[in-house]
């Protein structure tokens, strides 16, 4: 089982539309969590980090859940600008970070 | 401020050659990283310094690959000789600690042919 799964898509959704992403994590010690964005041919970009409690930052919400050990990404309200490959990020110890392969978002007209 | 600097950004080599990878973090950084990415997957740690030491470097391939930091600022990553399985976008990021959020440099995409 890979360390840090998710569902590669593409997910095609129409401006307007809510879109959610989750992710799955093997190692139950894990400390810390986030999402990066990354556009095409461009760098991973820090999008936000997750918390236990929840986290939202304008129309993106993050969701943990230890029990089950996913996380999750909320986007509303998607922009053409959405379009881009999320990269769920697990951070399992001795500061080193773990990315899925990404989840590719088309956001279309 | 300006932001974690690569170069070259695009490299064509033979296999067998050796090539290098330069990176230049955000100033103040004392925590550097390299990651190798390939198509469709997301990046893979190579090797972590903390100022000038290597304290991760257990997935870097040793029989090809070496990095070095020397003054605990900017680094190089190479490979000799290059084969075409390395053919990857080669990442460098750098936080200010270990701690804390990295950030990417461009990348540095290499084609072995």
């Known amino acids: 089982r890979k360390e840090v799964e998710q569902d590669p898509g593409p997910f095609n959704v129409p401006e307007g539309a809510t879109v959610a992403f989750n992710c799955t994590y093997s190692?139950?010690?894990?400390?810390?969590f986030f999402w990066y964005r990354q556009d095409c041919r461009k760098e991973p970009k820090l999008l936000m980090s997750?918390?236990?409690s929840g986290n939202e930052d304008g129309r993106f919400t993050a969701q943990l859940n230890r029990a089950s050990q996913y996380i999750s990404l909320l986007i509303r309200d998607s922009k053409l600008s959405d379009s881009a490959t999320y990269l769920c990020?697990?951070?399992?110890?001795?500061?080193?970070?773990?990315f899925g392969k990404g989840t590719m978002l088309l956001v279309s007209p | 401020e300006a932001g974690v600097v690569q170069s070259p950004r695009y490299k064509i080599i033979e296999k067998k050659q050796p090539v290098a990878f330069w990176c230049n973090p955000i100033?103040?950084?004392?925590?550097l990283y390299w990651y190798l990415q390939n198509l469709g997957q997301g990046p893979e740690l190579l090797i972590r310094?903390?100022?000038?030491?290597?304290?991760?470097d257990s997935q870097l391939p040793k029989d090809r690959f070496s990095a070095e930091r020397l003054k605990g600022v900017d680094s190089t990553l190479k490979i000799q000789p290059a084969e075409l399985g390395d053919s990857a976008v080669y990442l460098c990021?750098?936080?200010?600690?270990?701690?804390?959020?990295?950030?990417f440099g461009p990348g540095t995409r290499l084609t072995v042919l």
């Open positions: 997750v918390y236990s």
């Open positions: 100033s103040g950084h004392n925590t």
């Open positions: 990020v697990v951070n399992s110890g001795y500061s080193t970070l773990t």
């Open positions: 990021a750098s936080s200010p600690n270990v701690e804390d959020t990295q950030y």
């Open positions: 190692n139950s010690a894990s400390q810390s």
């Open positions: 310094y903390e100022n000038e030491e290597a304290v991760d």
